[in-house]
């Protein structure tokens, strides 16, 4: 077991004790289920709730749901300018069992907003987009990114990079331990033109490269392995620390930015997504077979939805938007709307 904390914010309606209790408890049962806290293994819980807040202690709540045993301390913390009102925020430290990467912090109600006064210093907005292959994502991400002047990263795109390599070097995807060997070699840079990714490996930019049928079938592959996975997370995440995002790919609301302030969970019909593929592939002029490219998709949902590692999967705070009738017009609409007014 190790000793984490976890933090979590919430805000209140009115300075009433009863607000106050009911939304701490709210609060705390939400951090407690979500990281599966024994609440025997609390070992201490620190609340600290902003000026406005002076009808009771949150700290009360925390006898409501049955913690007992632990030290609790509650702070009032200073005034900042612009900075939310109404504010209770906790850490709660605990014996758990999970990894400090895997930590749930929970935000709730206002308090999923950015907090101006640390926020804008070293960390953006940031916008999760994850689903299956063909759900659009990467279309409304463009869309989205060139309407709110955010910048569009494609992280699909850096599984697709390493695959590139490894076909072009003779190195098979499936052996785990060729991949590793080779990761050092592997040097993969970023650029935002206007807003749009382009990708470069060992200084070629390979963005066009990358869009083949069979660099999508292997890097569902590549993206098996554990240390592939964590090369390109650090480079996801540091990108989002210095940026506003829209970060679209399969574990982002889940694993990548699991504090992410907007997450969206795209999906469609299967039937739908190889249409769009086919489209797609017509376009650029590529011989294709439908049922082929049907079958090509349902077996990387498989390989994505399976494996190991931040398989693709739904966040529980995520919106899942089903795109199979709408156009990508008003998929865009619909997420710009929820971002605007999560940004407030
Ligand atoms: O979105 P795409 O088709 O460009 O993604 C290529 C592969 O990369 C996909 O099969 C799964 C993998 N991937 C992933 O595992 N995690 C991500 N965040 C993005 C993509």
Redesign the pocket.
């Known amino acids: 077991m190790n000793i984490c904390s976890i933090r979590g914010a919430i805000t209140i309606e009115e300075n009433t004790k009863e607000n106050i209790v009911i939304n701490t408890e709210t609060l705390l049962n939400e951090i407690i289920e979500k990281n599966n806290i024994k609440k025997e293994n609390i070992i201490n819980i620190v609340f600290s709730s902003t000026k406005d807040i002076t009808k009771a202690y949150p700290a009360i709540a925390t006898r409501n749901i049955g913690i007992t045993d632990c030290a609790i301390m509650c702070l009032q913390e200073m005034y900042v300018e612009e900075s939310l009102s109404m504010c209770i925020r906790v850490m709660i430290t605990a014996y758990l069992d999970i990894e400090k990467q895997d930590l749930k912090h929970i935000y709730l109600k206002e308090a999923k907003k950015l907090r101006p006064d640390i926020s804008l210093k070293n960390t953006g907005f940031a916008v999760a987009i994850d689903g299956p292959?063909g759900s659009g994502?990467s279309t409304v991400s463009k869309i989205i990114s060139k309407e709110l002047s955010f910048i569009y990263v494609?992280?699909?795109?850096m599984?697709?990079t390493i695959t590139l390599y490894c076909l072009q070097n003779n190195i098979n995807c499936n052996n785990q331990d060729e991949v590793n060997k080779e990761l050092n070699n592997i040097n993969i840079s970023l650029n935002f033109e206007n807003g749009i990714q382009q990708i470069y490996l060992n200084n070629e930019n390979v963005t066009e490269k990358i869009r083949t049928q069979e660099i999508?079938k292997n890097?569902?592959i590549i993206?098996q392995i554990p240390s592939v996975r964590e090369k390109l997370l650090n480079i996801q995440r540091e990108i989002a620390n210095n940026n506003n995002v829209i970060m679209d790919?399969?574990?982002?609301g889940t694993n990548?930015l699991p504090n992410a302030n907007v997450k969206i969970y795209l999906d469609a019909d299967i039937d739908e997504r190889a249409k769009r593929r086919c489209e797609e592939l017509s376009t650029k002029g590529e011989k294709f077979e439908y049922d082929k490219v049907r079958q090509g998709i349902i077996d990387?949902d498989n390989?994505?939805k399976n494996r190991k590692i931040a398989p693709l999967k739904k966040a529980d705070d995520a919106i899942t938007i089903n795109t199979t009738s709408l156009s990508i017009y008003e998929v865009s609409d619909k997420i710009i709307k929820i971002i605007k007014e999560n940004i407030k």
């Open positions: 292959a994502k494609d992280t699909g795109a599984f697709r999508a890097a569902s993206a790919g399969r574990d982002i990548v990387r390989a994505d």
